[in-house]
């Protein structure tokens, strides 16, 4: 079974300033998928990052951009020059890769807020 | 390319009638997921269907159910609806699950009174 936490249920950001939201796992699988997802107030889910765990690279996406730590099962979520539009609930997930059948595993979420 | 379509938006039902959410997932994409969100519960895996076959299943009574049709398009129903089923209940296609990742619909909020 699949696990992810998220200890930060909030966190606040000045405009143009960097955040760090912080994602532990843990899965006994070896091969599996991480992703950060961003909930505005819109509901809908939108996909932030994607990173491969067999990938040692740390995936970047624009503004955003995550810290990987494989051995320590951390998955952390950077995001840079915070916009008022950053504005949403962060979720982390998890998925494994069986090939036949999958299913994200979900954080609890951190609700961003950014302030001018 | 249209996205994930979710309906209906918003939905209210009484205690003990049933209900059936539509989802109509990206063109090509094979694998439809149900998740339902609660403020208490978070995000809970409901099912999923792979070419018209429900190949994953989360921990949730029998009165939860669904099925995918030949053109992907999903339907969840949810019999004898109790209070506690209220919820936002999002649906996500993907092109074959697992880490090719998954696109999400803005979901329909239902509330049973």
């Known amino acids: 079974a699949q696990t992810v936490t998220q200890s930060q249920p909030e966190m606040s950001v000045q405009e143009a300033e960097t955040v760090t939201l912080s994602c532990t796992y843990d899965?006994?699988?070896?091969?599996?998928?991480l992703f950060w997802y961003k909930q505005p107030p819109s509901r809908q889910m939108i996909l932030v990052i994607r990173?491969?765990?067999?990938?040692?690279q740390n995936a970047t996406e624009n503004r955003f951009s995550v810290n990987f730590q494989k051995a320590a099962k951390s998955f952390s979520l950077k995001i840079s020059d915070s916009q008022l539009g950053d504005a949403a609930m962060y979720f982390c997930?998890?998925?494994?890769?069986?090939?036949?059948?999958?299913?994200?595993?979900f954080g609890t979420g951190t609700r961003l807020q950014v302030t001018l | 390319k249209a996205g994930v379509t979710q309906t209906p938006r918003y939905l209210i039902k009484t205690r003990g009638q049933q209900v059936t959410l539509s989802c109509s997932p990206i063109s090509g994409h094979r694998s439809v997921s149900w998740y339902q969100q609660t403020p208490g519960q978070g995000l809970q895996f409901l099912f999923e269907y792979f070419s018209e076959t429900q190949r994953n299943k989360g921990n949730f009574p029998g009165r939860f159910s669904g099925r995918q049709f030949s053109n992907s398009r999903s339907e969840m129903n949810v019999s004898t609806l109790e209070l506690g089923d209220s919820a936002l209940y999002l649906c996500?296609?993907?092109?074959?699950?697992?880490?090719?990742?998954?696109?999400f619909g803005s979901g329909t909020r239902l509330t049973v009174v």
């Open positions: 899965t006994s699988e070896s091969d599996y998928y």
């Open positions: 990173q491969e765990a067999y990938k040692q």
């Open positions: 997930a998890s998925v494994t890769n069986t090939g036949t059948a999958s299913k994200l595993t």
């Open positions: 996500a296609s993907s092109p074959l699950g697992g880490g090719y990742g998954y696109t």
